[in-house]
């Protein structure tokens, strides 16, 4: 399974932001949209990521408030990324070793989506599901024994 096919279960919702909003902004977004990160975008282009670990550092960097910071003075300027091809164990890969909640999907320089660690299990539980669901499919289906034993060989 490839990122393509998880966007394409996920539906094309992408919330962005610019580097000159401010850090009470966003986290307002985050908050009414109960999500996890914001894409941050300047001239069309992804040049970070905001997500819910990165308002909570800037919080604490300031006792507590986010005071008058910027989107860009909190945003992880260099994220992972991924492409629509990229496959699914890839993905976890990537996730897991750089412990990455958020995945920009990029092709062709453009913004096409953001997979989430949620999205990567739900779509592994999704699919173990069915295998298991072909599985007990086919026990039940399995031929009768039609009575006629197998020779004993020594």
Not at 62 to 67: D, I, K, P, V
Not at 126 to 146: C, G, H, S, T, V
Request: proline residues 5%.
């Amino acid at each position: 399974m490839k990122v393509r096919d998880i966007l394409a279960l996920k539906g094309n919702v992408l919330y962005t932001i610019t580097p000159e909003d401010s850090l009470v902004h966003a986290a307002e977004v985050m908050s009414e949209k109960d999500i996890g990160s914001l894409v941050v975008m300047s001239h069309e282009r992804v040049v970070g990521i905001l997500t819910f670990r990165e308002v909570i550092q800037a919080a604490v960097r300031n006792g507590g408030s986010f005071g008058n910071t910027s989107v860009y003075r909190a945003m992880n300027p260099g994220p992972l990324i991924c492409t629509l091809e990229t496959e699914l164990d890839e993905v976890r890969r990537m996730m897991v070793d750089h412990h990455a909640r958020y995945l920009p999907v990029i092709e062709k320089q453009l913004l096409q989506g953001v997979i989430s660690f949620y999205d990567v299990a739900k779509t592994v539980v999704d699919r173990q599901d069915f295998e298991n669901r072909m599985l007990k499919a086919y026990i039940r289906d399995w031929p009768e024994d039609d009575g006629k034993a197998e020779p004993n060989l020594p």
